[in-house]
């Protein structure tokens, strides 16, 4: 990406976590009008190049692969035709070309996307997120995400930085999340974060048994080869995550994770560390985890890292009251917890006992 495409999406895209006392712009209403048709003449000098590299020449303010992703679409033309990125061209040809604006620099958009409201005062708004819901919009999901959902829900919430999410949940992680719906508000949340005086608890099935609880305290940061993921790296952030035994089964137990941090994928990643990764969870399983047969096809078909987000804790930012909200396991998590009960004790048969 070129320096004047980078400047044009840090115009439009807050930081996250970003600094509430210096930065109190809202960005959502940033919508650059997408510029005419525009016409160029091949110049002489450029015969024999390629069609994507004469307009990486013409056209040096955007990036190669926006440039290739416009003649993919026929939104760049070489003589009124569609051509290909690769096509020669060999001077005198015209050109045509319809810039189109990447979805990151669009205005987010209101989305009637029904919310589990558990909580909503005039600063407030606790919601029990589904899992399968984006928070951000972000690559690959530039709709139908919380965000989108809390726009239309509370239209004021455009005037507030990220719509006023302060922390995030995973995409297939469910359970809650707090918003802050003014910037006061947000701004005395995102203290509380970095004070860690905001308490969350996590229910978790993790592969293996595990006897009792106890401490990870590892960094994290990003996986030095695989960039989509996170790992233990000495050069991370400081993490600690805190887990006890709520329910044991053979090959698998129910954990209850406490943060004292908010790093990517925090519990994720401890777990997977200390040799329990959670179940379902494919991004952090390091091959086949062991597992009595009668068990195999149950923890292995459950679709999503089996991890809820269920205790929530914090200082009202306006009262002051301390107050927690508390989210029952969602459906898929109580089904398999009940299927590996009934597995491992079967109900006696007719004339049994």
């Known amino acids: 990406m070129n320096e004047s495409e980078k400047n044009g999406r840090q115009k439009n895209k807050t930081p996250f976590p970003f600094n509430p006392e210096q930065d109190h712009r809202c960005d959502y209403n940033v919508n650059p009008a997408p510029p005419d048709v525009l016409h160029f003449a091949v110049p002489d000098d450029y015969a024999g190049m390629r069609f994507d590299q004469v307009l990486a020449k013409l056209l040096p303010e955007y990036s190669r692969s926006r440039l290739q992703e416009w003649i993919a679409a026929g939104q760049a033309s070489l003589n009124g035709a569609a051509a290909t990125s690769k096509q020669k061209v060999w001077g005198g040809e015209t050109i045509s070309v319809q ?7 669009q205005p987010y958009q209101a989305e009637n996307i029904a919310l589990d409201i558990v909580y909503e005062d005039d600063a407030l708004l606790v919601i029990n997120k589904p899992a399968g819901l984006v928070v951000h919009p972000g690559s690959g999901n530039w709709e139908g995400t919380l965000l989108n959902a809390l726009l239309y829900h509370a239209p004021q919430l455009e005037g507030v930085p990220r719509a006023g999410i302060v922390h995030r949940l995973d995409k297939d992680t469910s359970g809650l999340l707090v918003v802050a719906k003014t910037l006061t508000a947000q701004t005395n949340l995102v ?6 005086s905001v308490k969350r ?30 790992a233990v790296v000495a050069d991370g952030k400081h993490a600690t995550t805190h887990y006890q035994v709520e329910e044991k089964f053979p090959s698998c137990t129910l954990v209850r994770c406490r943060l004292e941090t908010g790093r990517t994928h925090q519990i994720r990643v401890h777990m997977a560390h200390i040799k329990h990764p ?4 494919t991004t952090y399983q390091k091959g086949a985890q062991k597992c009595v047969p009668e068990l195999r096809v149950l923890l292995n078909s459950f679709p999503r890292q089996a991890l809820h987000a269920t205790r929530l804790a914090l200082e009202h930012p306006v009262s002051g009251e301390l107050i927690e909200w508390h989210a029952p396991l969602p459906d898929d998590m109580q089904h398999l917890l009940q299927q ?4 491992i004790s079967p109900r006696p048969q007719a004339g049994e006992g």
Do not use: F, S
Request: no cysteine; net charge neutral; glycine share 10%.
């Open 201 to 230: 608890e996590y229910l978790a099935l993790v592969h293996g048994e595990l006897r009792h609880g106890g401490t990870v305290d590892e960094p994290v940061g990003r996986h030095p080869t695989q960039r989509v993921k996170m």
């Open 340 to 343: 590996l009960r009934e597995t």
């Open 99 to 105: 810039p189109q604006t990447h979805p990151a620099e």
């Open 278 to 281: 959670l179940v379902g969870d």
């Open 191 to 196: 203290r509380q974060l970095q004070a860690r």
